[in-house]
C-alpha cells in the first residue's frame, strides 16, 4: 500500500513562504479563511484588513489588488496539493496504491486545512484560465486521469465508460465530502472516513 511517502504530505502552511513578514502572514490567512467561506466576491479588502489586523494600505503593499491576492492564494494552495498527490501517487506504483495514495493525501489536506481545500475547489473554474500556461501543465485532474489510465492497463479500471465521468465522479465525491464535513454532517476527523471513501471510489471505477 502507500509508502513511507505518506509522511511527506505538504501541510497548510504552504500558501505562507518562510521569509513572508508578520502582517502579510496574516493578511493571507485571514484571507483565505475569508475567501473560503464567503467567496472572493463577497470580501472587501477592509474586512481583511480587519480581521488581520492591518490597514488596507498593508495589503496594497503586497497585492496590487484583491483579485491579485485570490490568484496568488490559489496557486500557492493548488500547487502544494499538486506537489503532494505527484509526491504520494507515483507512476511506478500499482494503480490500487496509487489510488490509495492519492485519497489519503485528499484526506489529509481536508482535515489540516479544509479552508484550503474548499477555496481550491470553489475557485477552480474562475482561477485556471487565469493561471500561466506552465502552471497549467500541473493538473490534479491529469494525475488522476494518469491513475486511471494505469488501472485500465492493469484491468483494475472499467475500459467501457468515459475517465472524464469517472473523474468527474471521483473529484465530486471528495469536494462534496469536504463540504459536509465542514457542515458538520459527518462526526469526528476526516481521516475516520477515508477508508470508506476509497471503497466507494473503488466502486464507482471498478469492472
Known sequence: MLTHKTSQIVFPSDYLLADDPPSKRMILTEALRLFARKGIDAVSVREIGDCAGYTNAALFKFFATKDALGLYLFERCYMALFESL??????????????????????????????????????????????????????????????????????????????????????????????????????????????????????????
Not at 133 to 162: M, P, W, Y
Open 86 to 207: 505527484s509526491d504520494a501517487a507515483r507512476p511506478d506504483m500499482l494503480f490500487a496504491d496509487q489510488l490509495h495514495a492519492i485519497v489519503t493525501v485528499f484526506i489529509a489536506q481536508i482535515e489540516r486545512d479544509p479552508d484550503a481545500f474548499l477555496f481550491i475547489q470553489d475557485q477552480l473554474r474562475s482561477m485556471w484560465p487565469r493561471v500561466s500556461r506552465s502552471f497549467r501543465r500541473h493538473s490534479i485532474l491529469s494525475l488522476i486521469r494518469a491513475t486511471l489510465e494505469q488501472g485500465v492497463r492493469e484491468k483494475q479500471v472499467r475500459s467501457n465508460v468515459d475517465l472524464n465521468l469517472m473523474i468527474a465522479a471521483i473529484s465530486g465525491t471528495l469536494q462534496q465530502f469536504a463540504r459536509m464535513l465542514s457542515f458538520g454532517e459527518f462526526r469526528g476527523p476526516a481521516a475516520n472516513w477515508s477508508s470508506e471513501l476509497e471503497q466507494i471510489i473503488v466502486r464507482i471505477v471498478s469492472p
